[in-house]
C-alpha cells in the first residue's frame, strides 16, 4: 500500500515511458516498449519472465549499464535519462551494484583484487580488507589469489557476487544470482543478499527463475515481450 505521506526518500527507482531499441535507423528492434516503475528505496523486488522476454535488458538500462532510447529515469532521486555513458559510470560507482550473467571478471586479476579495484576507484578505504572479507563470506576465502580461469564457473559467480556487495550500494542488481549454482550454495547466497539487505536497507532488484528465491521477495513483476504486465506486493 503505497503511503499517503510524502516521503523523505525517493524512490530507489523510477521510470517513466522507458523504451529501448536497437540497431540502426530503418532496422530498430523495439526491445523495451515502455515501462512504468516505481521501486520505493528498501524494496526487494524479483523480475520474472521468458526468455527474450527483456529482463536482462531492463535491468541494463535501470541500473545504468545501458541508456534508455525514450521515456525517463530517475535512479535514487538522481536523474539518468540523457547522461552520457562517463556520466552514468560515474553516478553507478560505489552507489549501484550490478551481478550480470556474464560475470565480467577481469581476467589478469585475481579473485581479491576483482573484487577490491572498484572500492579501491571509489575512493573508499580499507578495500582490500572489505574484499577479503566479502570473498569469505561468499564462501571463498580459500581462493582470493587465484584468477577467474582457475575458478569453476560458480565460483566466479560467487566472485561477482562478492564484488558487487562489497561497497554496501544501496541499490543492487542482480540478473540471475543463483543461476550456476547448486541449491546449497544458491540457498547460502539468497542467505547473504538478504541479510546485507537486513543490514543497509538497500534496495534489492533481482531477475530469477529461482521460486525460492522469487517468494522472499515483497514485490514480483513479470514480463512479456518488452513490457511489465503483472506487479504483484506482497502483504
Ligand atoms: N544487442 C542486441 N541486439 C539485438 N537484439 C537484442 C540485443 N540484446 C538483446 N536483444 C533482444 O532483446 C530481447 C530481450 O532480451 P533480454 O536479454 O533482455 O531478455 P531476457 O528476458 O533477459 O532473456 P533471458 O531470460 O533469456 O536472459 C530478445 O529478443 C533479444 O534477442
Do not use: W
Request: include cysteine.
Amino acid at each position: 500500500m503505497p503511503s499517503t505521506f510524502p516521503s523523505e526518500t525517493p524512490p530507489a527507482i523510477a521510470a517513466n515511458g522507458l523504451t529501448l531499441s536497437l540497431g540502426g535507423p530503418g532496422a530498430e528492434v523495439p526491445i523495451l516498449r515502455g515501462v512504468d516503475l516505481s521501486v520505493p528505496a528498501g524494496q526487494t523486488v524479483a523480475l520474472l519472465g521468458a526468455s527474450g522476454s527483456g529482463k536482462s535488458s531492463l535491468m541494463a538500462v535501470l541500473s545504468g549499464l545501458e541508456r534508455g532510447t525514450g521515456g525517463s529515469l530517475d535512479v535514487a532521486g538522481q536523474d539518468f535519462t540523457g547522461l552520457s555513458e562517463d556520466a552514468l559510470a560515474r553516478a553507478r560507482r560505489g552507489r549501484i551494484g550490478i551481478v550480470l550473467q556474464a560475470f565480467h571478471l577481469l581476467p589478469t586479476m585475481t579473485a581479491l583484487e576483482n573484487v577490491a579495484t572498484p572500492m579501491e576507484l571509489a575512493g573508499m578505504d580499507g578495500a582490500m580488507e572489505r574484499a577479503e572479507a566479502e570473498l569469505a563470506a561468499v564462501g571463498l576465502g580459500h581462493r582470493i589469489g587465484h584468477y577467474p580461469t582457475q575458478l569453476s564457473g560458480g565460483e566466479q559467480q560467487r566472485v561477482a557476487i562478492a564484488r558487487a556487495l562489497a561497497p554496501r550500494p544501496p541499490l543492487l542488481f542482480a540478473d540471475e544470482p543463483t543461476g550456476n549454482l547448486d541449491s546449497e550454495t544458491g540457498d547460502a547466497i539468497i542467505d547473504l543478499l538478504f541479510a546485507r539487505r537486513a543490514e543497509t536497507g538497500a534496495t534489492l532488484f533481482l531477475i530469477t527463475h529461482d521460486p525460492t528465491l522469487a517468494e522472499k521477495c515483497e514485490r514480483v513483476l513479470e514480463m512479456h515481450d518488452g513490457r511489465i504486465v503483472s506487479d504483484t506486493v506482497r502483504a
